[in-house]
């Protein structure tokens, strides 16, 4: 995709896009799946939450078991993100859903609240399993496999608080130093990453925007069709006609209905999730700087004799191998980030619109099924009403 625009080339037919080659995603290489069900709500006293129940199985050695069924609270995700960025922090890490309550809910814990966040908690594990590095983290695997008591355990087993908040300290000290003299490629990323966020924030507003507006024109739609069926109980010549319109209407609002289904289960997720994606890779690049800016800050040490040179230089020796990683994994990911964003993208865009193509072929024959059969009754009446030739 072209960092100045969003219209990559097409491919000439949805099926050539369907027959492109898998990146890392092919069945029979696979050996971990992984489904998130069965949400399940708990009051306590103190607090009211969800918990999904996630299934495992696996053929990899290192589980000690081919299957594994947990329940997890949204929660015990935070944890795993924040430990899988804590151990990979230049890899881009699948985003979570809002904490919050999503835009346009009107409870909470309503229905299609907890399916909406269901299917981005399953999405959510299973981008981290097709992951080649993410999926053989050992959080993972305990998030994963341990019983409830077993990964409260293990959580404590983390950093301590003071621990943490040394690193975060020295971290926002890095970040407001900055970085001297950022490598081109990531100059060119961080570019990327600016124009796409706000292209696929617009797209979101846009996408969001236009499914209100087909929920109220398909509410009101849906009124017409009783009106006509209620007109024609007053209008005796017009009975069929008038029933014929209501039927037609009731078809269109059932095919709307469905493209609407189609809309809110295909396209809005997928923009959302790159809204969110879009967000955590501006986080990977400021973790990127912050190893960069502190193996800048021991290099201008060194240069000024701020402290011991031997020991400076075997810390820049080590900082300059981090930051060699860091940069290394960051590329790697980038392009397998862009691949996956490509076809997502694109597979969304195509599927929807070859569900407004079939809505507005439906609806159209419809309406000319109808008006073809008022065309032939016009002409039984006429031909009825011409006075028989001698």
């Keep these: 995709m072209d960092m100045n625009s969003f219209s990559p080339m097409m491919p000439t037919s949805p099926l050539s896009m369907i ?3 898998k990146f890392e995603d092919e069945p029979d290489l696979k050996d971990l799946f992984i489904t998130v069900d069965e949400p399940e709500s708990h009051v306590t006293t ?3 939450f969800i918990t ?3 299934i495992t199985k696996t053929s990899r050695g290192e589980f000690d078991s081919s299957e594994f069924e947990v329940r997890r609270r949204y929660q015990d995700f935070l944890w795993l993100k924040g430990k899988l960025e804590e151990a990979h ?12 309550i999503v835009k346009g809910m ?5 229905d299609d609240f907890i399916e909406t966040r269901r299917k981005a908690l399953h999405k959510f594990l299973n981008r981290i399993a097709d992951h080649p590095t993410l999926t053989f983290n050992e959080d993972f695997k305990v998030f994963l496999t341990a019983q409830a008591w077993e990964l409260s355990s293990h959580k404590k087993q983390g950093p301590g608080l003071l621990s943490r908040m040394g690193q975060t300290v020295r971290a926002v000290a890095l970040s407001m130093r900055g970085v001297k003299s950022r490598p081109e490629e990531f100059m060119e990323m961080n570019n990327f990453i600016e124009v796409f966020s706000q292209k696929i924030n617009l797209i979101d507003k846009i996408s969001q925007r236009i499914y209100k507006e087909e929920r109220e024109y398909s509410d009101e739609m849906k009124e ?9 109980a007053s209008e005796e010549d017009l009975v069929d006609t008038l029933k014929g319109i209501a039927s037609c209407i009731d078809k269109c609002c059932k095919a709307t209905e469905k493209r609407m289904s189609g809309l809110s289960e295909a396209l809005l997720p997928v923009v959302h999730e790159y809204v969110l994606y879009s967000e955590m890779l501006m986080g990977v690049m400021k973790r990127r700087d912050q190893i960069q800016a502190e193996l800048d800050s021991k290099v201008e040490a060194l240069t000024y004799k701020k402290a011991d040179t031997d ?16 940069n290394n994994a960051l590329k790697a990911d980038w392009e397998r980030w862009r691949h996956n964003m490509q076809n997502d993208i694109k597979s969304a865009f195509m599927d929807m619109a070859e569900e407004n193509i079939h809505y507005y072929e439906q609806c159209l024959a419809t309406w000319e099924s109808f008006l073809a059969s008022q065309t032939d009754l016009h002409m039984e009446e006429t031909s009825e009403d011409k006075p028989e030739s001698h």
């Design 19 to 21: 027959n492109q080659v």
């Design 46 to 48: 103190i607090e009211t």
């Design 52 to 54: 999904y129940r996630i």
């Design 89 to 100: 922090p230049t890899l881009i890490i699948p985003p979570l859903p809002e904490k919050f």
């Design 106 to 110: 009107v409870e909470r814990f309503n």
């Design 224 to 232: 017409y069709g009783p009106i006509h069926v209620l007109w024609s």
């Design 311 to 326: 020991l400076l230089t075997e810390e820049i020796g080590k900082l300059e191998d981090k930051v060699e990683c860091a």
